[in-house]
């Protein structure tokens, strides 16, 4: 798997991070995953739409013009109509852009949010003393963003404030800045949490490399 992002980005955001931690008392975690599920089901759907367009235009061509309707071109009609749906399937598979035509929104964000419950828990991030573990995911292909954080500091951060934080982030998440939005998340969940600062940040407890995955 290629790196997401350069070395560069990736050190400002480590800095960033520490920064944050210091003036809020949280355990920041970030996350860059390339997609949350396989999806095996868009390559379908973009074929049966296609095969469905297809045939509905070879239907009205036969209504309008009966008479072009002969055994060769009834055969080359039908292999069109394969070969139109073949086309968009390999679109679905190789064009992201493509692909999520075909996803629903409240699939990606099941999905997503998912896939970041199962990092939280296998990467350990609820061990902090003072469950103050926060969890910053995006994930590339769907285009979404999942804040979750421990209960510790659960209390801090209301849903409005998560929906903010997110709200904020995806316009250059879909623009293809990852750096940028995790940056822009940083700075709104700094905001957030150091009004409500309280005592002396404790040691850092999690890892502060940022995780790159490839997902499913």
């Known amino acids: 798997m290629s790196q997401i992002l350069s070395d560069q980005e990736r050190s400002h955001l480590d800095q960033r991070i520490a920064e944050v931690e210091k003036r809020t008392g949280a355990q920041i975690v970030l996350a860059v995953i ?14 049966a739409l296609a095969v469905s367009v297809a045939s509905l235009f070879v239907f009205f061509l036969h209504v309008l013009w009966p008479e072009w309707s002969t055994q060769t071109t009834v055969l080359l009609a039908l292999v069109m109509t394969l070969a139109a749906g073949a086309v968009c399937a390999l ?16 699939r990606r964000e099941m999905e997503v949010r998912q896939y970041a419950e199962s990092l939280f828990l296998s990467r350990q991030l609820f061990s902090t003393s003072k469950r103050s573990g926060i969890l910053l995911l995006v994930s590339l292909f769907e285009r979404q963003v999942i804040v979750l954080p421990d209960t510790g500091i659960g209390k801090r951060l209301n849903r409005e404030v998560v929906q903010e934080i997110i709200s904020l982030m995806t316009p250059s998440l879909a623009s293809g800045f990852v750096a940028r939005a995790l940056n822009e998340g940083l700075e709104r969940l700094e905001q957030v949490l150091a009004v409500t600062a ?6 850092n407890e999690l890892p502060e490399e940022i995780i790159e995955e490839k997902g499913s």
């Open 91 to 106: 679109m679905a598979v190789y064009l992201p852009w493509f692909a999520r035509l075909f996803l629903a929104d409240h």
């Open 34 to 47: 390339e997609r949350s599920d396989c999806y095996a089901e868009l390559p379908w759907k973009a074929f």
């Open 198 to 203: 309280t005592g002396i940040p404790g040691e």
